[in-house]
C-alpha cells in the first residue's frame, strides 16, 4: 500500500521550457512534504519543501504547489537546464502525537527527468 | 570533507554471510537512519537513531542489527543474508530529533547476495 505515488516514471522536456513533476499522497495525516533530487551513484539531495498550512512554496527556480483537498503536489522548474536531469523523489511525513516526525519520510518510487538542450 | 559517508559503496556476498555497512557524518546532527531502496525504487525507512537511542524500528527482520558507538556513526550489521536483501542502502542523518526534518543521505551502498 503505497502513501505516496508518483505515476509518472519519466518525464522528458526541452530546455528553457517548464517541468512539471506530480505526487499524489493518501495519508492525510502527512503534514510535510519534501522533494529530493538524485543523480545516478549517489545520495538523494534536498531540493525544496512545504508546510501542509502553506499551498506554495518558491525557491529559485522551483516552486512545490501543494492541493491538500486533491491530496496532490507537484513541483515545477523554470526554466528547465540540462544539469536538472535526475530522479526526483517526492516525500512526505506526519507529525505524532507529540509533534515529531522521527524523520520518518515516506517516499514515491521517483520520476526520471531529462532535460534535452 | 563528505557529510554523510558510508563504506563500502559496492557489496557483493553468498547467501547465508554476514556483512556490515558503515556509516559517519560530521555535520553534528543527533539523528541518524537507514534508509532501503529495493528493486521497486521505493525508499523505505528501516531505523532511526537520535543520540545512540533507537527511535524507529521500521519491523525490520531481527537479523538486520543497527548499531550506534556514539552520535556521529550508524552500522548496520545484516546476518545470514538472504537474496531478498539485494538492495541500495542509504545511510542519513538530520539536525532534529522530529518535526520538519531535512534528511541529508550518503552515497548509498549497494549490497548485492548471490
Known amino acids: 500500500d503505497q502513501q505516496v505515488k508518483q505515476n509518472s516514471p519519466s518525464l522528458s522536456v526541452q530546455e528553457g521550457r517548464i517541468s512539471i513533476l506530480n505526487c499524489d499522497y493518501t495519508?492525510?495525516?502527512?503534514?510535510?512534504f519534501l522533494w529530493y533530487k538524485k543523480y545516478p551513484a549517489e545520495g538523494p539531495t534536498f531540493l525544496i519543501s512545504i508546510s501542509s498550512i502553506k499551498d506554495k512554496n518558491e525557491d529559485g527556480r522551483f516552486t512545490v504547489f501543494l492541493n491538500k483537498s486533491a491530496k496532490h503536489l507537484s513541483l515545477h522548474i523554470v526554466p528547465s537546464q540540462p544539469g536538472d536531469s535526475a530522479v526526483y523523489f517526492c516525500a512526505a511525513s506526519a507529525a505524532n502525537a507529540g509533534g515529531t516526525s522521527y524523520g520518518k519520510l515516506t517516499f514515491g518510487q521517483g520520476t526520471i527527468l531529462t532535460v534535452h538542450p | 570533507d563528505t557529510a554523510v559517508s558510508q563504506t563500502p559503496k559496492y557489496l557483493v556476498t553468498q547467501m547465508g554471510n554476514d556483512k556490515s555497512i558503515k556509516c559517519e557524518q560530521n555535520?553534528?546532527?543527533?539523528?541518524m537512519y537507514w534508509y532501503k531502496q529495493d528493486s521497486k525504487k521505493f525508499l523505505k525507512i528501516m531505523f532511526s537513531y537520535n543520540n545512540k537511542e533507537l527511535i524507529i524500528n521500521e519491523t525490520v527482520p531481527n537479523r538486520f542489527s543497527p548499531k550506534s558507538p556514539d552520535k556521529a556513526h550508524l552500522n548496520l550489521h545484516i546476518n545470514s543474508l538472504e537474496l531478498g536483501d539485494s538492495a541500495v542502502y542509504f545511510c542519513?542523518?538530520?539536525?532534529?530529533?522530529?518535526?520538519?526534518?531535512?534528511?541529508?543521505f550518503g552515497e548509498g551502498s549497494r549490497l548485492t547476495v548471490l
Open positions: 542519513a542523518s538530520s539536525p532534529k530529533r522530529g518535526g520538519f526534518t531535512e534528511l541529508f
Open positions: 555535520l553534528g546532527h543527533d539523528t
Open positions: 495519508n492525510s495525516m502527512f503534514d510535510y
